[in-house]
């Protein structure tokens, strides 16, 4: 009998290898299969070690190299829409940590600085290489666009015209991340920009986009922002500030946001309202970061503002995530002497992950645009 035959009746006979085969073959996956979304598993100790460890272990087992599969990201859309994840056994770490986010405040001033030096401090070469030209770390817009850079420039005219810019307006943008937003509005909108950021790394290469225009960008947390502006738009921030500062932060724009002002949020959304926060993406991604449901943003809210349109086109991140994926591969060679392997297998794990999560329409795209009360209405642009 050949070795490998042996190791086949042998993993027949381990209860670990059967559970977990018996859960992805509800998702039509199959361990060692022929299909690009099938798992090839290297390590016979990965399925003991999903199992008790949850996401976590189904993560760093890949960054060890335990598991291949050819098309990440469509093995988590299989997985996602089979509702496995709901069915794994949870790991008692994992519930910890969800605990954890329940109880604490994980988005504290002090904590808050984290995500900044952790993953946006990366490095600009990285974030350089894999995004496009505007550094904008958020969805694209895909309506008309069929390459990530349109679809960038897309989402920012977007959300300017959505904000009704116009030439002397007062700009804040809270968390500005490289400038990209600012330096566009500023230069094709004519308004002044103020942006916050808590990376240091971000706030140098956005001070140099923007020399020459009227921009300001700031290091700084935003629960210290005490100004007046004519519009303030907040992408991709909102997913770190947590549960127990929402409503802290919707009175932070309400403090800083004139009587006649209109207010901007995009942010990954929930489907459902619970402390949502992945383990392994808040250990080796985000963290502290845990995303909001639309009941959240609605509670936070509604005390100051009045919710004039709500836009979901989560469906678009799943192409902004995939050509991200592309351009990263791409440029790994380049960035292989800064990063290590297991980095490097990490980084595409992330963005499969999440790519595969809004093909299943699992996670959401919101834009959310807020007055405190047009006479009239507010016609907003799509």
């Known amino acids: 009998m050949s070795s490998s035959c042996i190791e086949e009746v042998g993993l027949r006979d381990n209860q670990w290898f059967r559970i977990v085969n018996d859960l992805l073959s509800k998702a039509g996956v199959a361990i060692n299969g022929p299909s690009p979304a099938d798992l090839q598993v290297k390590n016979p100790d990965f399925y003991k070690r999903v199992l008790q460890q949850g996401s976590l272990g189904l993560g760093e087992s890949y960054m060890d190299g335990w598991w291949e599969c ?3 990201d469509q093995f988590f859309t299989n997985v996602i829409k ?4 709901n069915q794994l056994p949870t790991h008692f770490k994992d519930t910890l940590r969800v605990l954890g986010a329940r109880i604490f405040n994980l988005q504290t001033q002090k904590r808050a600085w984290m995500v900044g030096k952790e993953h946006y401090d990366l490095g600009n070469d990285l974030f350089s290489h894999m995004l496009d030209g505007q550094m ?8 008309t666009a069929d390459n990530l850079a349109d679809a960038q420039r897309d989402k920012l005219r977007l959300v300017c015209e959505k904000l009704q810019l116009a030439p002397g307006m007062r700009i804040l943008d809270i968390g500005c991340g490289w400038g990209g937003l600012a330096e566009f ?3 094709e909108y004519g308004v002044s920009v103020t942006g916050v950021t808590i990376s240091a790394e971000q706030q140098k290469m956005a001070q140099t986009r923007c020399q020459g225009l009227d921009v300001t960008i700031l290091l700084q947390d935003y629960r210290d922002l005490n100004d007046r502006f004519d519009r303030i738009v907040s992408v991709g921030m909102f997913e770190h500030v947590g549960p127990k500062n ?6 932070v724009v309400n403090r800083n946001l004139a009587p006649d002002g209109i207010f901007l949020l995009h942010t990954i959304g929930s489907r459902k309202t619970d402390n949502n926060v992945d383990p392994w993406i808040d250990k080796y991604i985000f963290p502290n ?8 943003i609605v509670d936070a809210s509604t005390d100051h503002f009045v919710m004039e349109d709500w836009h979901n086109f989560g469906a678009d ?18 960035l292989a002497g800064n990063y290590s392997e297991r980095f490097k297998r990490m980084f595409s794990y992330y963005l499969n992950a999440c790519a595969g999560a809004f093909r299943a329409r699992d996670l959401q795209l919101w834009q959310v645009v807020f ?11 799509r």
């Open 371 to 381: 007055s405190r009360g047009i006479e009239n209405g507010l016609r907003v642009a």
């Open 246 to 251: 929402y409503a802290t932060y919707f009175e």
């Open 289 to 296: 970061g845990c995303l909001p449901s639309m009941r959240h």
């Open 82 to 85: 089979a509702g496995l994840e």
């Open 317 to 334: 991140y799943d192409k902004t995530l995939m050509a991200w994926h592309a351009r990263f591969m791409d440029a790994w060679p380049g």
């Open 70 to 72: 050819e098309r990440l």
């Open 185 to 187: 509005a500023a230069r």
């Open 136 to 143: 904008q770390y958020s969805c694209g817009y895909w309506k």
